[in-house]
């Protein structure tokens, strides 16, 4: 059963159609993958679960209720989390304090969301160290964030994202600007992330990765659902390959 | 960014003056509750101008208080009628101006000039010190991570226009406060007292001191107040006291009735103000201990000439600031290393020693900054030229 599903959503800018009739899931415990050319749709997508896009048409459900009239915000609380193609950090914070006032965030709107909070909760700053221990980010944490290399400020988005108590995590392109080991290391996370019952979706363009990590794959092609199915399938799919894997420079 | 703060001072101020005067005559006083009531009518008042506004970008926000500003003070502050509502007959501004009896609360008695400036003095720094905590705390950080990324915060859970009211109705109780305060000193008020003109141009000295700083309100506040007829009025002394150097004392005082506009030029060389400058300078000063002390050592001893009587208590001021402001420059000339940092130390003088090279290539990041700082539109990721074929 799918946490997060979109049904026929469409998103028109003016005339052009960048989301054409999607309906995809993505199941708790997996990594699922979303891949396509540039300009595919895929960021707009994301940009229409999350509520910072309206679509044309077409509904969003989250563990089957209807959150497509939700504002950002109240999504976040309902356990939608995500990272951004074109970094959107705090800037003037340091790593440690960018995670930290996520906590802080959830916290305060979580107070109004649902009554005084679920009992006693760790301190904050505790939770801060476990969740920079956990991606890596220890060594960093009290540098500014805005000195530290794009594939390590990608994982301090995803830290950030943690810190809400995520239940789907929407990442797009996290591995660009990462080195080899780097996403290897990334990948590792996010499997172990997923194993403790995260619904993780994946927009990369990074093949090889998506086809390591991903239990499932979609394949959207100018805004249309192009296929969908197990990395294997989606390898052998001829459709796919003449789409977007034949017009990727050298995948190897 | 609210552009009408002294009309806050001015509902602060009317509710104030309706409802907190007690007494007549020369006992009349304003009561302590008077002035919360007034406090709380800023606040609520900020609030219900800010809130249609809010769903807007920044620069509509403003615009709004700006309307406010204007309406205020020309509809509501010339309104001398009476008017009856549920039986009640009251005028809102009778007689075009009003006196505002000074705040007196048991022993404290704000007549008194000395006791009035501790009080504010006391208040400001309380509100300062507030304002401070405020922004080390969950609270303050939110509000950076807001202005930082909206988007970012959205999706973690902040509710923008609840965050941003918050602020609002914040600014405007002490807009309201800053305005009793400042009509029971001045005693009577009138409409020109809260002329939008008026709130503009202490808003742009508060931005030039250093926006963000506490002490960058009460240096724009300082400067507004005494600032430029203390000045003024020191160098016409300083040029009739000493009749061979009038001329150039003249001339100073003149550069400072240009300032502003020299300030302005500060502004645009850092946007975030003077006192940022400063802070920085000094922060990175830190390392170089020998030269704080140095000038520790210089204040004291311009300070022991002055009540020697080998000085003017006056060139003692000036003296103060001009090095106040120049030991920062100082420390980076005489100790580089430490005040810069070793790592960029070495590069300032690696530059130096070679000419800049255009075919050095350059890495990704340098080119970003670049981007930034020239203000060009990052390219993205997904650019063909940049993206990564595989892992
Ligand atoms: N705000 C907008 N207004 C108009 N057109 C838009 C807007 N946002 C996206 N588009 C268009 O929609 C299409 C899909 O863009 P989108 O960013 O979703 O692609 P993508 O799959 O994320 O691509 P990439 O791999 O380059 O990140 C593109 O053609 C883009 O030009
Ligand atoms: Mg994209």
Redesign the interface.
Known sequence: MALLETRGITVRFGGRTAVDDVGLGVAPGTVTGLIGPNGAGKTTLFNTVTGLQRPTAGRILLDGTDITRLPPARRAHQGLGRTFQRLELFMSLSVRENVRVAGEIHRSGARRNRGAGGGARPDLGRETDRVLELTGLTDIADQDVSGIPTGRARVVELARALMASPRVLLLDEPASGQTEQETGEFGELLLRLAADGLAICLVEHDIPLVMKLCSTVHVLDRGRLLASGTPEQIRADPAVVAAYIGTEEHPR | MNLAACSFGAVGTLVAFHTGIAGSGLDSRLTVQGVLLGVAAAAVVGGLVALPALRLRGLYLALATMAFGVFLSTMVLRDTTEHHVLGHTFTIFPTGSITVPAIRVGPLDLRDGPAFLITVAVLFAAIGTGLVALRNS??G??L??M???P??????????VRLKLSVFVLSAAIAGLGGILMSSALGAVDTDTYSIVVSLSLLMLTVVAGIGYVSGALFGGLLAGVGFSLLVTTFNDLAAADPDLAGLYRLLGHLVTVSPALIGVGVGHNPSGTVHQVVEGYRSLRRARPVLVGGAVLEAVLYLLTLSGAMDRWWFGILTVVLVMMLPLLGRMLMPAAVLGPEEHARQRRALSEPADDDVPRT??DLRALDRALGLP?P???A?GV?????
């Open positions: 969950g609270y950080r939110r950076v991570a202005k930082d990324s988007a970012a915060s959205a999706m973690l859970g902040q509710n923008l990704e990041r990052a993205t990721t997904a063909p993206r990564r074929g595989t892992a």
